[in-house]
């Protein structure tokens, strides 16, 4: 739709969903390192390399898993590997000797789709679909892009529209879908998938009258490294459940980085948007793990989602857990001696423990806590914890 160089994939690698649900002179591909802390790393994105005009790319807002198959790759609901996600690409003037800049978020055949098609997909590297940015101008403080957002046309890669447009979190065309299985950094993958999660590519308006956009450079890949949480459920009591929340992959975050929103009951495990609000008072992992707990008769639905951000929110995951039956598993007795604060407003409680996780780390499974616990709710903690349970679930 731009001339004909469309900037289109000619590699291998690259992916469908629910069921109603970084000068002048660069020209090298972004690269994805493993294990390290890259010059232009920003909060998720495992890069060396930048172009021009770009400061940085992160994972934001968009990012939670869905119950439904991806293109015939088993989807545990305990340990979901389809996955929904928006980019966010940082254009700053600093090293930028163009006016104008133009971007395209491609997705990657067998490994991730803007469009939902949950049994087949676009397998040849040539049939990628992309969805393009307004033109941006630069500025010294930085402009937000966000691909895909609501509202964008999905394209073909000839150029010609789809007749998809992207839609709100929850519905069947809402992000980028893909095949990633969280605390695995980066990028981990499901059914052999281990190309890049995606791919973007980019143009310049230089400055100056009668200037011309130069042609379409890349696209080159993106595997982020995103920021996640766990959480498991058990029962408290007869009217209690207890969800405890920790760090699964940290991506150069600390644990006071991560912030808990809210928790939330639904009957839908493939929108984080739906359903009843349980809990809202907000607490950080940077003493460890955190203890929610929420009233049984709150709220209905199967699942609870649990949301956090990175402070400023320009990082923002929920994740899922299943609700456990009434007869379901109690907690562990180092769970259920704990002393946690009442949050007034929706009858559900919030406590912090320090334990010998520091919260910066991948769990294991199962984690020893040796620290004291300090409550964030209404009521004071005096109990000390001393947990040897394993954790079931890493979501």
């Not at 490994?111 to 949950?118: E, K």
């Not at 989602?305 to 007795?333: L, M, Y």
């Amino acid at each position: 739709m731009n001339g004909a160089n469309t900037g289109q994939p000619s590699g291998q690698g690259g992916v469908g969903r629910r069921t109603i649900a970084k000068g002048a002179a660069w020209a090298v591909p972004a690269i994805a390192v493993a294990g390290a802390a890259p010059a232009y790393a920003k909060s998720g994105i495992t890069t060396t390399t930048l172009p021009p005009c770009v400061d940085g790319i992160e994972a934001t807002g968009g990012t939670y898993p869905v119950i439904p198959d991806l293109w015939n790759c088993t989807n545990p609901e305990s340990n979901p590997n389809h996955w929904d996600f928006r980019l966010k690409f940082t254009v700053k003037a600093s090293n930028c000797p163009y006016c104008k800049v133009q971007i395209r978020l491609w997705d990657n055949p067998q490994r991730s789709s803007l469009i939902y098609t949950p049994t087949s997909h676009h397998t040849n590297p040539r049939n990628a679909y992309y969805v393009e940015s307004a033109v941006i101008t630069p500025t010294a403080g930085g402009v937000a892009v966000v691909l895909p957002s609501t509202g964008q046309t999905v394209y073909q890669s000839t150029g010609d529209s789809t007749g998809v447009t992207i839609t709100a979190d929850g519905s069947a065309n809402d992000a980028l879908h893909a095949l990633y299985i969280a605390g695995q950094a980066p990028g981990g993958v499901a059914c052999g998938r281990t190309a890049a999660m995606a791919r973007y590519s980019i143009r310049y308006l230089p400055c100056g009258t009668g200037a011309q956009w130069g042609p379409w450079q890349g696209p080159f890949d993106v595997e982020p490294c995103i920021p996640m949480i766990s959480a498991t459920v058990c029962r408290l009591n007869r009217t209690t459940d207890r969800i405890t929340v920790r760090v699964a992959q940290a991506c150069g975050l600390s644990g006071s980085q991560f912030h808990l929103v809210q928790v939330r009951r639904s009957n839908d495990g493939s929108d984080p948007t739906s359903g009843s609000q349980l809990w809202n008072t907000g607490a950080t992992l940077a003493g460890g793990p955190v203890n929610i707990d929420v009233a049984r008769g709150s709220g209905e639905g199967d699942y609870y989602w649990v949301e956090f951000h990175n402070g400023d929110a320009t990082i923002k995951s929920r994740v899922r857990i299943g609700r456990p039956a009434s007869n379901g598993p109690a907690c562990p007795q180092s769970l259920t001696e704990s002393s946690t604060g009442t949050d007034s407003s929706t009858g559900a409680k919030s406590s912090t423990g320090t334990e010998a996780s520091t919260g910066t780390e991948p769990s294991t499974g199962t984690e020893a806590s040796t620290g004291t616990e300090a409550s964030t709710g209404t009521e004071a903690s005096t109990g000390t914890e001393a947990s040897t349970g394993t954790e079931s679930s890493s979501e």
